[in-house]
C-alpha cells in the first residue's frame, strides 16, 4: 500500500470513528432516554431495545447483516465494505462507549434537538468520506438502482417517515412522532449544512453598462474577481454587460452597497451559492 492510499484509509477511518461517536452519543444518550422514535435502522433498534431490551448497537448490526447480502450487487463492493466497516463501529459505541457517560434526563424537545444536531453533524463526516453506516442506506441505494427514475430524498423521505410512524403507533406516543420528525429534519439540515454550508456564499450577477468600472470596484472593496459577460437587453437590444461576481455574505453587502451608490441604474440578480470551489475559496 503506498503512502496516498495509506493516508487515504487513516483519514477515512477518523472520520468514520468521530462520526460514529457523535452518532452513538445521540442516539443512546439523548433519542434513547427520551423515548422517541428514531429514522433508519437506529429507529427499529430502539424499539426492538424497548421491547425486548436488545441493545441498540447488536440489533442494529443484526438488521443489516441480511439486508446487506441481499443489496451487495446493487450497492457495490466497495461502498458495502466501508459501510459494513462504519457500521460496527458506531454500533460497538452505540452499546459500549455511550453508556459510559450519563443519560440526559430533561426536557424532550432539548434532547430532539441534540440528537438532531450531533447524528446529523455524524452522519454528515461519515458521508463525505463515501460511506455510510448501512441500514436504510442500503435500501435507498439499492431501490434507487433498480428504480433509476426515484428520487434519492423521496425514498429515504418515505423510509424515515415511515418507520417515525411504526413507533409512535406502537408506543401510543404522539408527541414521539412530533420529535422524530424533527430530529429527521435536523438530521437533514445539519448533513446540508455540512456538504454544503461550510463552503456556500452569494452569486449576483449585475446587468450594467460600466462592466469594467463595476469589476473595479468589486475588487477594490472585497478583494473578489469578478467575470464580465457580454450581453443585451431584450426590449431594445441595448449593448450592456453582465458582471458576475461570488463572495460570502457579508463581501456581497458591500459590494451591492457600493455598486448601487457608483450605477443606480444597474440591474441585480443576487442568488443563494451552496458551492464554490476555486481560487479564493476550497478547491475540489
Same mark, same amino acid.
Given at each position: 500500500m503506498n503512502r496516498?492510499?495509506? $493516508?487515504?484509509?487513516?483519514?477515512?477511518?477518523?472520520?468514520?470513528?468521530?462520526?460514529?461517536?457523535? $452518532?452513538?452519543?445521540?442516539?443512546?444518550?439523548f433519542a434513547l432516554a427520551a423515548a422517541f422514535p428514531m429514522t433508519g435502522f437506529s429507529g427499529i433498534a430502539i424499539i426492538l431495545n424497548r421491547f425486548f431490551h436488545i441493545p441498540v448497537g447488536i440489533s442494529t448490526i443484526l438488521l443489516n447483516l441480511p439486508v446487506a447480502l441481499l443489496c451487495y450487487r446493487k450497492i457495490g463492493r466497495s461502498f458495502l465494505l466501508k459501510s459494513m466497516r462504519c457500521m460496527f463501529i458506531s454500533s460497538l459505541f452505540i452499546d459500549y462507549l455511550a453508556p459510559l457517560f450519563p443519560f440526559y434526563t430533561g426536557s424532550r424537545l432539548l434532547a430532539a434537538l441534540v440528537t438532531g444536531i450531533l447524528g446529523g453533524i455524524g452522519y454528515a463526516i461519515i458521508y463525505t468520506r463515501g460511506s455510510s453506516t448501512g441500514g436504510a442506506d442500503f435500501l435507498i441505494m439499492a431501490l434507487k438502482s433498480m428504480k433509476p427514475h426515484l428520487r434519492l430524498g423521496t425514498i429515504a423521505f418515505s423510509i424515515d417517515i415511515g418507520i417515525i410512524l411504526m413507533g409512535g403507533w406502537l408506543f401510543r406516543d404522539f408527541d414521539g412522532i412530533i420529535y422524530g420528525m424533527l430530529v429527521n429534519y435536523l438530521f437533514a439540515a445539519m448533513v446540508d449544512k455540512v456538504f454544503y454550508g461550510i463552503n456556500s456564499g452569494k452569486l449576483a450577477f449585475i446587468v450594467t453598462k460600466h462592466g469594467k468600472d463595476i469589476s473595479n470596484i468589486i475588487e477594490e472593496c472585497s478583494n473578489r474577481g469578478s467575470t464580465i459577460l457580454q450581453s443585451r437587453g431584450g426590449y431594445r437590444l441595448e449593448e450592456k454587460e453582465t458582471v458576475m461576481v461570488v463572495s460570502n455574505s457579508k463581501q456581497m453587502y458591500r459590494i451591492l452597497r457600493q455598486v448601487t451608490e457608483y450605477d443606480q441604474d444597474a440591474f441585480i440578480i443576487l442568488l443563494e451559492a451552496h458551492e464554490i470551489h476555486g481560487k479564493g475559496f476550497r478547491v475540489l
Open positions: 496516498k492510499k495509506t $493516508i487515504y484509509l487513516i483519514t477515512d477511518l477518523i472520520c468514520e470513528v468521530t462520526g460514529s461517536i457523535l $452518532i452513538a452519543f445521540a442516539v443512546h444518550n
